[in-house]
Every structure is written in structure tokens, then in C-alpha cells.
């Protein structure tokens, strides 16, 4: 497996392959689900080659533990690696699970935020990747939005926050998923190239046991007419100049 090495952000660098990389969706869901408040603890489930984690160390609030989560074994590999190169194994921790056995990942209540980029499709629609580890990122199984609710409900404490994206087309399916979990969709925010195209992406922030009352934010729109918006700007912030 080739490694290099990706700048993301404050002179730290990630380990990525082939197999496991980042794209647009995971810098966009770290900024969208940052943490608020001081303190927090946070679960990033099938964190890939552990972007996410290293994303939330560029903003404002920094948690005070993250735990990256993946089945794959390379993709734990990659991120222990990083951890080593950047000396962040105080802070950054992970495990190789799979969240459809929650217990294994860490006691009931845990986390006060849980974060995950999931697969989009269902198996047997869209285009499937030949390359196994591009398969699982993309494909799940027809129980994969339920199972990963369920993981979410259990690992965090009452009140915490689930943060997901997905395709604005699967949207019913994941309000679904999300109550039947005991997970109240509080905010959703759409993402668009530019004003007047269609949303690509939806950004979800569901509460544990929260009341039924839901902001649909202004979306982040990407491009005008001037290139890149201050929102790109803003999300891509550190990670941009590193």
C-alpha cells in the first residue's frame, strides 16, 4: 500500500492512500459538526483514514478526546500513523470496530457528539467500485442507516448530538433511521455548488431524546460568480493554508 502524506491544516499532515482519502463531504461535515462547547468527547464512526478527527483540532473549540472508529484494518493503520507523526496520541485515539456492535467501541453514554460520513447507497443501486475499500465507503447494506442509529444512540449520552451527511435523496430515509433510534433531527443545511443549483449534499444534526422541532438552516453555497464564497472560504479555513 503507497502512503503520502496530506496537509491539514496548523503544519499537520494525514496519511492517505489510494484505498483511504478524503474528499469535499468530510471537510464539509467536520466544520458542520464541530463541537460548541468546551469539552466534549467525541466519536467519529468509519473515520477512513481519520480525517475528521484531524479536522475538528483546526476549529475553534477543540475537543477533549476523539476517537476515530473503522472496520478496516489499513484504514486504523493509517490513522495510527498520523497520530505518531503528528505526537497526537493524547488527544487522538483509534480503534479498529465495527459499529454495528456498539459495545465493542465503548461504553453506554460515552460521547457527548458522534460524527459519521456514511455509505450513500443502498447495495445493488448506483455504480459500484471495483476497489473493495472504495466498495464500503460508498455501499452499505439495506440495515446500514439502522445500525448506525442504533450505534449512535448508544454511545452517546442523553442530549448528545449525531452529525451526519448524506444525499438530500435519502433524506426520508434518514429522518426515519434517526427516530426510530430515539434521535431528534434538530438542524439540516443543504449544500449547493451555487444558489440556483440543486442541493448535492445534506448536513444533519440530530439530538438523543430531543423535542420534535427542526431548523432548516441557510445552506452553505459554495461558488458566485466570483469564484470561491467566504462560506468555502471559511469551511476550508486552515486545511486550505496549510
Known amino acids: 500500500m503507497a502512503i503520502h502524506w496530506e496537509p491539514v491544516g496548523d503544519g499537520r499532515v494525514l496519511a492517505v ?10 471537510v464539509i461535515l467536520s466544520y458542520f459538526a464541530a463541537p460548541q462547547t468546551a469539552g466534549e468527547a467525541v466519536c467519529d464512526l468509519g473515520t477512513g483514514c481519520g480525517c ?73 443501486s448506483g455504480r459500484k467500485s471495483s476497489n473493495a475499500a472504495h466498495a464500503a465507503a460508498r455501499h452499505g447494506q439495506a440495515n446500514t442507516l439502522t445500525s448506525l442509529c442504533a450505534a449512535a444512540r448508544y454511545l452517546l449520552r442523553y ?48 439530538v438523543k431524546c430531543g423535542r420534535p422541532t427542526l431548523t432548516v438552516s441557510a445552506p452553505y453555497v459554495l461558488e458566485d460568480e466570483n469564484g470561491v464564497t467566504e462560506t468555502y472560504k471559511e469551511i476550508y479555513g486552515k486545511y486550505r493554508n496549510a
Not at 492512500?17 to 469535499?24: A, K, L, P, Q, V
Not at 465503548?106 to 447507497?121: E, Q
Request: aromatic share 10%; glycine share 6%; with cysteine.
Open 52 to 124: 475528521i478527527p484531524f479536522l475538528l483540532l483546526n476549529q475553534p473549540v477543540v475537543p477533549r478526546r476523539i476517537l476515530g472508529v473503522d472496520k478496516q484494518p489499513d484504514a486504523i493503520m493509517l490513522c495510527r500513523l498520523s497520530a505518531d507523526k503528528n505526537e497526537l496520541h493524547g488527544l487522538l485515539q483509534f480503534a479498529e470496530a465495527d459499529w454495528c456492535f456498539p459495545k465493542s467501541i465503548a461504553a453506554a453514554g460515552s460521547f457527548d457528539r458522534v460524527i459519521c460520513n456514511p455509505p450513500y447507497f443502498q447495495d445493488g
Open 17 to 26: 492512500s489510494d484505498d483511504h482519502r478524503f474528499g469535499t463531504d468530510t
Open 159 to 206: 442530549g448528545g448530538h449525531f452529525c451526519l451527511c448524506h444525499r438530500p435523496e435519502r433524506l426520508v430515509d434518514v429522518f426515519a433511521a434517526l427516530r426510530q433510534s430515539c434521535l431528534e433531527p434538530k438542524v439540516v443545511r443543504f449544500v449547493q455548488r451555487q444558489s440556483g443549483s440543486a442541493p448535492w449534499l445534506v448536513l444533519i444534526d440530530a
